[in-house]
């Protein structure tokens, strides 16, 4: 069992930056693939980034590559997700997430533990 609870969301002008946080609880976390994902007002949720267990391995969204960065920090249980040069299309419900499985997955099906989700808004 993984339980997860983000934090870092908040309100920024475009071009700024935020970091989000993911701390996980649980033995195994060491061994998850976590994901994040953001779902904006009427749209449906959608894959921004995922990093493997050992961080030996990334994916990102087209839209959010060079811009964010996906990391974390296994002694600590937690995942961040670096946002730089935001823009107000990025304003969405950040959610992070993990999956029982060494490498990443874009899918949202195939994350078995989500958090609660934490705001982001981008100001133009």
């Known amino acids: 069992q993984v339980q997860l609870v983000e934090s870092g969301g908040g309100l920024v002008q475009a071009g700024g930056s935020l970091r989000l946080s993911c701390a996980a609880s649980?033995?195994?976390?060491?061994?998850?693939?976590m994901g994040w994902f953001r779902q904006a007002p009427g749209k449906e949720r959608g894959f921004v980034a995922a990093i493997s267990w050992n961080a030996g391995s990334t994916e990102y969204a087209d839209s959010v590559k060079g811009r964010f960065t996906a990391s974390r920090d296994n002694a600590k249980n937690t995942v961040y997700l670096q946002m730089n040069t935001l823009k107000p299309e990025d304003t969405a419900v950040y959610y992070c997430?993990?999956?029982?499985?060494?490498?990443?997955?874009?899918?949202?099906?195939?994350?078995?533990?989500w958090g609660q989700g934490t705001q982001v808004t981008v100001s133009s």
């Open positions: 997430a993990a999956l029982d499985r060494p490498w990443p997955s874009i899918y949202a099906h195939d994350y078995g533990y």
């Open positions: 649980g033995r195994t976390f060491t061994t998850y693939t």
